[in-house]
């Protein structure tokens, strides 16, 4: 299983409701996607400009072609000019 943390930090004077109508549709395509298993949007409680992405895949390979759809490519150009920074880290389970 492969776990993402995709962190973002909004521009000044982005409304986070702007952010997160966009981003609320690129969860709700990434969700039918095969080999995801979660994929939520969550809001920092003490500062609403940032917004973290926590993913879980089956595998890399399900990743990989989470980046290649459509519906990223889309969107996430669109999410990207609203965020100052992002932070992406993607993770293996160590057995």
Known sequence: MIKVVA?????????????????????????????????ALHQDINDPSIVTMLEEWVDEEALNQHNKTDHVR??????????????????REVE
């Open 7 to 39: 962190k973002g930090k909004l521009k000044p004077g982005v409304k986070a409701d702007e952010y997160l109508v966009k981003a609320r549709e690129l969860v709700a395509e990434t969700r039918k996607e095969e080999g995801c298993i979660t994929y």
């Open 74 to 91: 889309r969107i996430v150009p669109g999410l990207r000019e609203l965020r100052e920074s992002t932070e992406i880290n993607i993770y």
